[in-house]
T-cell receptor, first 115, second 117 residues
Framework: DGGITQSPKYLFRKEGQNVTLSCEQN?????MYWYRQDPGQGLRLIYY???????QKGDIAEGYSVSREKKESFPLTVTSAQKNPTAFYLC??????????????FGPGTRLTVL | AQTVTQSQPEMSVQEAETVTLSCTYD???????LFWYKQPPSRQMILVIR??????QNATENRFSVNFQKAAKSFSLKISDSQLGDTAMYFC??????????????FGKGTKLTVNP
């Protein structure tokens, strides 16, 4: 089955620790995205990547870092610099065509709780 | 910058009835897409319906339809014959059309819809 995998589903960390969230896709999509969701808020874009070894900051990139070494993988690191990291994190991917709309497909999400 | 506003934090409807969720947006772009996403308790984001701004005809997908008013920058979702499985958070989202690259989704804060038996 093709899809997007995020692991783990729930993650607990102590304050001050860096933590990496996994996102893998086997849809052969070029673009990948990380969104953050807080209660009462919509999703906000953290980082996105259109191609391997390239990525761009979204609206709330401070305190986060990413890498895109493989087409299938786009891990997100939540660093100790992120002031309020407890949230639900969603990864998405999309194909890319310069001439048509590119639908984003979402993973199941990771709930991060910092204690 | 684009903004999306959903003015109804919560709504409820009786099973089999019709409900309309509101969304307004602000943009200076001419070409863009609008979406309604559903997020059930499982928290999986599911695309419900999409509207291209250049199309005057309102999009429909089975029991789901939109009322797209481009001049008013309004994009409401109508759910007909509501079912218990429609209970979810519904997010309105905007994406500007961009040639040559991926583009981000801008989301509203969501409307929590409860369908009562």
């Amino acid at each position: 089955d093709g899809g997007i995998t995020q692991s783990p589903k729930y993650l607990f960390r102590k304050e001050g620790q860096n933590v990496t969230l996994s996102c893998e896709q086997n849809l052969n999509h070029d673009a990948m995205y990380w969104y953050r969701q807080d209660p009462g808020q919509g999703l906000r874009l953290i980082y996105y990547s259109q191609i391997v070894n390239d990525f761009q900051k979204g609206d709330i990139a401070e305190g986060y870092s990413v890498s895109r070494e493989k087409k299938e993988s786009f891990p997100l690191t939540v660093t100790s610099a992120q002031k309020n990291p407890t949230a639900f994190y969603l990864c998405a991917s999309s194909p890319w065509s310069p001439t048509s709309y590119n639908e984003q497909f979402f993973g199941p999400g990771t709930r991060l709780t910092v204690l | 910058a684009q903004t999306v506003t959903q003015s109804q934090p919560e709504m409820s409807v009786q099973e089999a009835e019709t409900v309309t969720l509101s969304c307004t947006y602000d943009t200076s772009e001419s070409n863009y897409y609008l979406f309604w996403y559903k997020q059930p308790p499982s928290r999986q984001m599911i695309l419900v319906i999409r509207q291209e701004a250049y199309k005057q005809q309102n999009a429909t997908e089975n029991r789901f339809s939109v009322n797209f008013q481009k001049a008013a920058k309004s994009f409401s979702l109508k759910i007909s014959d509501s079912q218990l499985g429609d209970t979810a958070m519904y997010f309105c989202a905007f994406m500007k059309e961009q040639q040559g690259g991926s583009e981000k989704l801008v989301f509203g804060k969501g409307t929590k819809l409860t369908v009562n038996p």
